[in-house]
C-alpha cells in the first residue's frame, strides 16, 4: 500500500511560481510512474504530466508544456511539480498519483492505483 501527502500549494499571483511535493510512504516510490492531475472547480479532473520510475521519460499536457516541470527523488520516496509562470486558469487542486503504469497515469486510467488527497493552488490576477 502507498499513502501519497501533497504539500506546497497555496496563493499566487498571476506570473509567479510554485513547487509542489508528493511525499509516499508505505512503499518505495522506486519501482512507480508518478503523476499529477489537476480538478478546476466545476471541472472534471484532468492529466498534467506524468515522469516515468527512473525519471527518464516525462510527459506534458499542452496547457503546461514549457511552464511546469516534473521530477523526482526516489532515494527520499519524493516527487515535485515545479510550477512557472502561473495563470489563472492554473486554479485547481492538483493531486499526485502513482502506479506501476507509466501508460495509464499518461491515458488517465480508471485502473490507476494510488491518489493523494490534493493540495489546492489559487492564482490570482
Known amino acids: 500500500q502507498v499513502q501519497l501527502v501533497e504539500s506546497g500549494g497555496g496563493l499566487v499571483q498571476a506570473g509567479g511560481s510554485l513547487r509542489l511535493s508528493c511525499a509516499a510512504s508505505g512503499r518505495t516510490l522506486g519501482s512507480y510512474a508518478m503523476g499529477w492531475f489537476r480538478q478546476a472547480p466545476g471541472k472534471e479532473r484532468e492529466f498534467v504530466t506524468v515522469i516515468s520510475w527512473s525519471g527518464g521519460s516525462t510527459e506534458y499536457a499542452d496547457s503546461v508544456k514549457g511552464r511546469f516541470t516534473i521530477s523526482r527523488v526516489n532515494a527520499k520516496n519524493t516527487v515535485f511539480l515545479q510550477m512557472n509562470s502561473l495563470k489563472p486558469e492554473d486554479t485547481a487542486v492538483y493531486y499526485c498519483?502513482?502506479?506501476?503504469?507509466?501508460?495509464?497515469?499518461?491515458?488517465?486510467?480508471?485502473?490507476?492505483?494510488?491518489w493523494g488527497k490534493g493540495t489546492l493552488v489559487t492564482v490570482s490576477s
Open positions: 498519483a502513482a502506479d506501476r503504469s507509466y501508460s495509464d497515469l499518461r491515458g488517465y486510467s480508471s485502473d490507476i492505483h494510488y
